[in-house]
């Protein structure tokens, strides 16, 4: 019998883990941490849900298994563990005990993904494009006539790219205005505004903002990095008023125009002040990155730890496997805390310097998140730059916060016990 019952403990000890949890692990462990989030997408559109632990291993994805989906986890390289169904159980009781800062949060619907760029070819690449590449998440391109016919409402999440909302140009006049591609560009903003009835480029980049604004009111998530950022909240504060210089739009900038600013209208931002020159590549003080003196080894930026369980929004916007986030320039590289509204939550700062780099806020029904910088895997981007490859970044804490925001729309909104 001794025999037996020994015989039996070493087939077992060899038999495979049955297998009904799949856990993809977000903290060290992993090795691609990026294609993590395209894979918690990919399960989502198989109307499989996906729990995300909040602060559990780096904010880490639990779902469970099937031969498929663990063929596609090894197909993409991405690391996982078998977990069996008490082992399944037992975590999410752990994770969402009252003794940890921890929670699981049930993401159900893959969100559909809007990018707001222009369709011709620019000399510059997008971060968030990039990530949704690498990560094979899927996106439509919109621009501005599919704003102004109202097609964002087909979507529930919509990314800002490096735009300048002002009707500027991106303020490239002093450097590019004889080389093709900007030509090429201001060629077909005038086109367009035209139309569509505006007799500026400005008035139509105006209307669009307030289509953007009301898609995030009406219950839409935004997202805007660098110059997406601060022209965005510049041109709702300058409705109907002139900033463009002649060279932008044919006649001179109103003279009085910062003193007309309307700063109850802008999403982040108050009390800035406008740089007027059109040969200067700024467009308001908004940017810390005028007189900016942070040495480059010295450029990181902290994220600040919230409640799991109270504040569940910023805690996933912010999940990652490090606190400390090396830091990126671009055309805006960071926001002046005292120019933030009251309201805005700031999730991380470079706090010896007193910016903030990465902002969240509520609007109406929905909600915005602002990122400063261009690229968080290449410090200083500049025009005609080889695009990042991401497949030598596949941890890249900068691009994970990117990837926080694009999953979080899939998330069920719950509401707590009192």
Request: proline share 5%; with cysteine.
């Amino acid at each position: 019998m001794k025999k037996i019952l020994l015989l039996c403990c070493l087939i077992a000890a060899f038999l495979p883990l049955r297998a009904d949890y799949l856990l993809v692990p977000m903290d060290y462990a992993q090795k691609e941490h990026l294609k993590a989030y395209g894979l918690a997408y990919w399960t989502l559109s198989y109307e499989v849900d996906v729990e995300w632990l909040l602060n559990y291993r780096g904010g880490s994805f639990l779902f469970k298994h099937t031969p498929r989906f663990e063929q596609e986890i090894q197909v993409r390289g991405i690391s996982y563990e078998l977990l069996s169904e008490s082992k399944g159980a037992q975590l999410l009781a752990y994770v969402t005990s009252d003794d940890v800062n921890m929670d699981a949060v049930k993401l159900e619907k893959a969100p559909k993904v809007a990018v707001y760029s222009p369709k011709n070819k620019q000399p510059w690449d997008d971060a968030v494009t990039l990530a949704l590449t690498y990560a094979e998440i899927p996106y439509d391109i919109v621009y501005d006539p599919e704003v102004l016919d109202g097609k964002l409402s087909d979507y529930d999440w919509l990314h800002l790219h490096h735009e300048d909302f002002t009707g500027q140009y991106g303020k490239f006049y002093a450097n590019y205005r004889n080389v093709k591609w900007y030509q090429d560009e201001v060629k077909a903003q005038e086109n367009t505004a035209k139309m569509y009835g505006y007799t500026k480029v400005s008035e139509m980049k105006s209307a669009v903002s307030k289509k953007i604004k009301q898609y995030c009111h009406d219950g839409g998530f935004l997202f805007a990095m660098c110059s997406a950022t601060d022209t965005y909240d510049i041109a709702l504060a300058a409705e109907n008023v002139d900033i463009c210089e002649y060279m932008f739009d044919g006649d001179p900038a109103d003279p009085d125009a910062q003193s007309k600013l309307d700063y109850s209208k802008t999403l982040a931002f108050q009390n800035f002040e406008l740089v007027k020159s059109p040969f200067q590549y700024e467009f308001s003080n908004i940017d810390a990155n005028l007189g900016r003196k942070v040495p480059e080894h010295m450029d990181y930026f902290s994220l600040f730890e919230f409640s799991a369980k109270w504040d569940p929004v910023p805690t996933m916007l912010c999940q990652n496997h490090t606190r400390t986030v090396k830091g990126f320039m671009g055309q805006t590289t960071s926001f002046r805390k005292e120019l933030l509204k009251p309201d805005v939550l700031v999730m991380g700062e470079l706090k010896a310097y007193n910016e903030a780099r990465y902002i969240h806020g509520n609007l109406g029904k929905g909600m915005w998140t602002y990122y400063g910088g261009h690229d968080p895997e290449d410090y200083r981007h500049f025009v005609g730059e080889d695009p990042t490859d991401l497949a030598l970044h596949p941890s890249s804490p900068g691009y994970r916060l990117i990837l926080n925001n694009i999953l979080f729309p899939a998330a069920r909104k719950k509401k707590r016990k009192t």
